[in-house]
Structures are given as C-alpha cells and as structure tokens.
C-alpha cells in the first residue's frame, strides 16, 4: 500500500533495554522525520534526514540514533530506553524542509518505559 | 530561534464560527502551516500560507500577515467532529517547528 507506515503500533519496554521503531514510505520522498509528541511540549524534532546517509539532528537528539541506508526507510533507535522517553513517536516524509503540501505523517508509536 | 505561540485550549459552539491565533517569531521565512489533529491520530495537514492574507478552504480559512508574525485558522459552520487540535507550524526553511496545539472542544 502507499503511503508512510510505522511500526509497531504500541510498545512496552524496560528501562535500559535497546528498541527501534521502523517508518517506511513509498512515495520516494527525500526527506524523512522523527517527531515526539509529549504533553506539555507539543511535536518535537528529534532527527532528521534529507536523503539516503544523510541524517541530522534535530531540537531533541539525545539517546537516540537514526540511520537511513535506503530511502523508503528511516529506522529510529534508542539505545538504552529511560522513563522519560515515554512519548509518542511519529515519523514524517516529504518532498522537503517545506514545500506547500508540508509533511505526511504516519500514525505514530506509543511507546512506554517502564 | 523559532518561536511559535498559540492558545492551549478553545471551546466553541456547534455552528458557530472560531478563529485560532498563532504568532510566531522567525527569520527566513518558507510558509506557514496548519495541521489538524485528532485524538490517538496522527496531524494531516489543513492549509499553507506563503503569501499574505487569506486563503479559503470551505469551511477552513486561514490568514497570514508576515510582517506581523500571525497566523490564524478560521472554522466556520462548526460540527462536533471538528473537535481536535489544530498546530500551527513552519516558518523557516529548516525543518518545520510546531507550536503546542490548540485543542478546540466543540460543544452542543
């Protein structure tokens, strides 16, 4: 199917643990992201990439790693998971920074840290 | 740096119209953005404003004044399933930076 998927949908894990989400477009956009949603702080900019070996930091890097060896995926790991990583995770494409159609979205991680 | 401010929260009425606020302080500017956002969902995108004034959508209408650093989002003919949150993001040419959300309740 086209479009922007994530996976898994839900994840339970333990402090410490190492975890990666998956996101896997097929639209071949160039650009590739992973926002945080908490409340409080609203969507996040944790990395991002603007093509396949390119990545980027973005507003709330820390513990996390990303790679992007193909573009249709843009895998997000966290090393070794803490409570405060608790978060919704969602990853985001599109044709650039900007652009006038902005950035779909896929529909998101929940993660938990226990 | 890339600051954007909007109300946390809003109640409004079904049929009614609402307007929401957002400013925003930035250099660079690329377009501004309004997503909405339900509830467990993902934010899918609304409207964007590159040049000023107003850009009409049916019942969604957004403006931008640039030299003042505002936004808003206009909902006309309010239906209860335009209850969600409603981020306003952009400006620059980086990646896009999102203000809190807005959560707009609409009510009977």
Redesign the interface.
């Known amino acids: 199917d086209a479009g922007i998927t994530q996976s898994p949908r839900y994840k339970i894990t333990e402090t410490g643990r190492q975890v990666t989400l998956m996101c896997h477009q097929t639209w071949s956009h160039s650009y590739m992201f992973w926002y945080r949603q908490d409340l409080g702080h609203g969507l996040r900019l944790i990395y991002y990439s603007a093509a396949a070996d390119i990545t980027d930091k973005g507003e709330v890097p820390d513990g996390y790693v990303v790679s992007r060896s193909k573009t249709e995926n843009f895998p997000l790991t966290l090393e070794s998971a803490t409570r405060s990583q608790t978060s919704v995770y969602f990853c985001a494409s599109s044709e650039s920074t900007g652009g006038s159609y902005g950035y779909t979205f896929g529909s998101g991680t929940r993660l938990t840290v226990v | 740096g890339q600051n954007i401010d909007q109300p946390t929260e809003m109640t409004a009425t079904e049929g009614a119209i609402v307007q929401i606020n957002c400013t925003y302080q930035t250099s660079g500017f690329?377009?501004l953005?309004w997503?909405q956002q339900h509830a467990g969902?993902?934010?899918?995108?609304l409207s964007?404003n590159?040049l000023d004034g107003l850009e009409e959508k049916g019942r969604f209408s957004s403006f931008l004044s640039r030299s003042k650093g505002y936004s808003y989002l206009l909902l006309k003919e309010l239906q209860m399933k335009d209850s969600a949150s409603y981020?306003c993001?952009?400006p620059?040419?980086?990646?896009?930076?999102?203000?809190?959300?807005t959560r707009l309740s609409v009510i009977a």
């Open positions: 690329n377009g953005f997503y969902e993902a934010p899918t995108f964007y590159v981020l993001s952009g620059g040419n980086t990646p896009l930076v999102f203000g809190k959300g």
